[in-house]
T-cell receptor, first 112, second 106 residues
């Protein structure tokens, strides 16, 4: 089944404790991206990747890091999480940046 | 920067038509998209329209595009309770609106 998977689905953590949210796709897509969804603000892009080893900042990259060492994986790293990073996070992938994006199920992160 | 704008809420009765509006920012956007997000789930592409089209119809869905005003709308005919969800418009490069929460009352 073609899909985008994210783990964990739910995470509660404390300020400053490094965490990684994994994202994996099995569709051989070149383009992958991370979004955060906040009430009233919709989806805002954090980082995106056009291909392996190619990543770039989206609209709200501060406090986040990503890597793209393999085509299928695009982890999101929070080196020192803060409460304002409490949000619902989505990973997405597509053939290219203009094609339909396939979204993962979301990761709900709470930072206390 | 400029935002893709949508109204946040829409409530309709079952069987009525729903119209969700969006104003986008990039006049060169060759594709415009509508995504649907059901409770607890990620977004799924509902439909899209090429910029050289004014209208696209797909079963109960009609998309209208006014390039002059950079206005996009999604009409859902005979709205059902299963259509209750958040609807996002997006322009090329995946700049999303804030989403319109559609509530369908029986």
């Amino acid at each position: 089944e073609a899909q985008v998977t994210q783990n964990p689905r739910y995470l509660i953590t404390v300020t400053g404790k490094k965490l990684t949210v994994t994202c994996s796709q099995n569709m051989n897509h070149e383009y992958m991206s991370w979004y955060r969804q906040d009430p009233g603000l919709g989806l805002r892009q954090i980082y995106y990747s056009m291909n392996v080893e190619v990543t770039d900042k989206g609209d709200v990259p501060e406090g986040y890091k990503v890597s793209r060492k393999e085509k299928r994986n695009f982890p999101l790293i929070l080196e020192s999480p803060s409460p304002n990073q409490t949000s619902l996070y989505f990973c997405a992938s597509s053939l290219s940046w203009i094609h339909e994006q396939y979204f993962g199920p979301g990761t709900r992160l709470t930072v206390t | 920067g400029e935002d893709v704008e949508q109204s946040l809420f829409l409530s309709v009765r079952e069987g009525d038509s729903s119209v969700i509006n969006c104003t986008y920012t990039d006049s060169s956007s060759t594709y415009l998209y509508w995504y649907k997000q059901e409770p607890g789930a990620g977004l799924q592409l509902l439909t899209y329209i090429f910029s050289n089209m004014d209208m696209k119809q797909d079963q109960r869905l009609t998309v209208l595009l006014n390039k002059k005003d950079k206005h996009l709308s999604l009409r859902i005919a005979d709205t059902q309770t299963g259509d209750s969800a958040i609807y996002f418009c997006a322009e090329i490069g995946m700049r999303f609106g804030a989403g319109t929460r559609l509530t369908v009352k029986p």
